[in-house]
């Protein structure tokens, strides 16, 4: 072989050598941005995901969201369903070379639900968590919970050795204002370490050699999270190959994205339901020229807020026919909507409905809106803006980045909003979840029923069919108090569901990649070219 062949074989090896170490390195862009690495600071899908690479739950849910043993290999329930026992997998080691043992789980028990924390619902209040051994952990509970794990795939654990000597024993609340070291580092179990964070900047991860779980799908050996806000730049991006994988298309540039060539967009029905919330607990809403009551302690007037909403037209003309309106805060997929039907929109109705309320020319109400977390957030809010101002309703919105829109609105922030948009996928995928966390009164002494309750609706004959749905084995029966229940709050127009949004994905052709229907982007299913 002569010399100049030599080169050139050496030539084309490193090229081949080159591209196979660009094609493990996957480069992500969301609308939003990863603001805290604390696992317990936001209870929110895409956190969810991102803080998935570096940590893990005792459990996990897979491709099809079934619940599958993770940190802990398997669990039994005694006969009166008052104990469970978990036993942990054995040689797993956090990032930074301690070993998981027993007492990590109990130290993540108690932080979960310590004050800060945005997951306390994650724990019944009283359970107590007892070390049998280093590998075994007993929960007794006061009360029957057959889906006392069922979220345990976002409880992630903690290192206790580790949150000790760094000070991040306490859970980093949403609004606070100094970075702690548990929001800027991570030390988890899982299939990718952080390697560096700049929040709101960059985040990389580099894959865990010694990831306990031998079953690796994806060929990765690093993730480059960037978040884009801006819609055109993040689908140009894609375009350009300057990205792999972006979440969400723009509803507007999905045909755009498929006919590229290099690119598509993958599709599919979500489990999150889209609602607007009220602020029913002040006596006098914190941003309202109302003084001295609270205009949606009254039912007509948050009827007159749902009748005011155009429903239709949000979904051909802000979602381009790419959602499903809903009359409940469940999507179809895990409750069936049989029987519930949305109020019909009627703007001469709602006028009439807050004139009755004792406002003939309406009031003017702040709205609190994320403008980088759903599809289309900020354009829906604009939208319900203009129709509420149809009915003599003055709306002054606040839309902003979701890090300053969570930091405001949830119980770290104080639940300071009088009008909100949010989106909500029960962590348990059942209707229970949504009763509890959402349309449950919340601030009980020793309950976290109702953490993310933002407006404070609070129904006790919900709170009591809620505490019997929990425990209640016969579905027929079950799924009739579930039905009653939903029933209450609609016809209190406890809140204004708008609609289940639909996944878009953009994704390299060069990627396979997983599309769960909980919106996860879970990068550790991913491979590469």
Known sequence: ???????LAAVAALALMCG?????TLRYANQGELKSLDPYTVNETTTNAHLGHP???LTARGKDLKIEPALAEKWEVSDDGLKWRFFLRKGVKFHNGEDFTAD?????AERVRAPGSNFTTRIPTDAKFTKVDDYTIDV??????PILNAQWDTWYIMSKKWAEANNAVAPTPAAATTPSHASLNANGTGPFKIESHQPGVKTVFKVNENWWNKKVEHNLKEIVF???ASDATRVAALLSGEVDVIEPVPIQDIQRVNSAGNVQVMTGPELRTIFLGMDQTRDELLESNVKGKNPFKDPKVRQAFYQAIDIETIKSRVMRGLSTPSPLMIAPELFPHAGFARAKFDTEAAKKLLAEAGYPNGFEVGMDCPNDRYVNDGQI????VGMLARAGIKVNLNAQPKGQYFAKVLKSGGYKTSFYL???TPGTFDSHNVLNDILGCRDVAGSSRGESNLGGYCNKKVDALTDKILVEPDTAKRDAMIKEAFKITVDEFAYIPLHQQALAWGVSKKVKLTQRADNSVLLYYATKE
Do not use: H, R
């Open 1 to 7: 072989m002569s010399f100049k062949t030599n080169c």
């Open 20 to 24: 196979a170490a660009q094609a493990q």
């Open 55 to 57: 940590y893990e739950g």
């Open 104 to 108: 990590d789980v109990i130290f993540s």
């Open 140 to 145: 007794t509970l006061s009360s029957p919970n």
């Open 226 to 228: 960037t978040p884009i």
């Open 381 to 384: 809010c604009q939208a319900v």
């Open 422 to 424: 949010l989106g909500w």
